[in-house]
């Protein structure tokens, strides 16, 4: 009897010094005013206090519906989130349509998402520490749409404009090869830097899958909607200066 009463007495002593605690807040818009997207979703905390430390987790989907009345192809902002007890992170948006599709008025997509399992925080705090308001914030800092116009910061996306050069010229090159060997050897050689070889990764996977000459359409149709789209920036710079 004795043993047992030991038992149960550690028992309610574990139990007593843990507990789990979860918070789900909406995720809100802190962008500049005039924001073309609405911003929606969710993000939930699940904080494991121990005695000298807290756990946490996060699962989160944000959501934008385009509310512009025009195409969208370029979209750049950062995600805020961060539990009671701290541990935030920012996660980098961006969404380009440069090359193929665009975001049409109306049509809602997904800014970020998290991937349950894959980010758990061991925060070493207090549970007596005091806690701030979780937060869910996403700031859009630079649209680009189809016409050319484009809102916010656009020193945001020098880095994007850049890499477009280097992914036009790549597509281009390639597009010239005369044969399927030196087709199939341009597009396995990999481009700088490693965002910008994305594209030709996609590309890839369809001439694995589909065949030279169906990564050869892609291309075309890359080369092409990227041709259309730069004459259209070019037009609406003119037009602004």
């Keep these: 009897m004795r043993v047992r009463a030991a038992i149960f007495g550690f028992l309610c002593l574990t139990l007593s010094a843990w507990s789990q605690l979860t918070y789900t807040v ?42 512009s009345g025009k195409a969208i192809i370029l979209l750049l902002g950062y995600f805020d989130e961060a539990g009671p007890y701290g541990g935030g992170t920012r996660h980098l948006i961006e969404v380009d349509h440069f090359f193929w599709g665009e975001i049409d008025p109306g049509l809602s997509f997904v800014l970020a998402r998290s991937h349950p399992g894959t980010r758990i925080l061991d925060l070493h705090a207090s549970p007596s520490e005091p806690v701030s308001a979780p937060k869910a914030e996403v700031n859009v800092e630079y649209v680009e749409f189809l016409d050319g116009s484009s809102y916010g910061d656009a020193t945001v996306a020098n ?11 790549a597509l281009r090159r390639i597009d010239r090869a005369g044969s399927t060997e030196e087709f199939q050897g341009l597009l396995e050689e990999k481009i700088q830097p490693d965002a910008a ?13 589909y065949g030279v000459a169906a990564a050869r359409r892609q291309i075309h149709t890359a080369i092409f909607v990227a041709e259309q789209r730069t004459r259209a920036l070019r037009v609406f710079e003119r037009a602004r200066k």
Aim: no cysteine; proline share 5%; charged share 25%.
């Design 26 to 67: 909406p995720v809100t818009d802190k962008s500049e005013p005039g924001n073309p997207v609405k911003i929606s979703g969710t993000a939930s905390f699940s904080e494991l206090v121990l005695a000298d430390s807290v756990t946490s987790s996060s699962n989160f989907l944000v959501e934008a519906r385009n509310v």
């Design 197 to 209: 070889d994305s594209l030709l990764a996609a590309i890839r996977h369809t001439e694995k899958r």
């Design 159 to 169: 880095d994007i404009h850049e890499m477009r050069t280097v992914m036009f010229d």
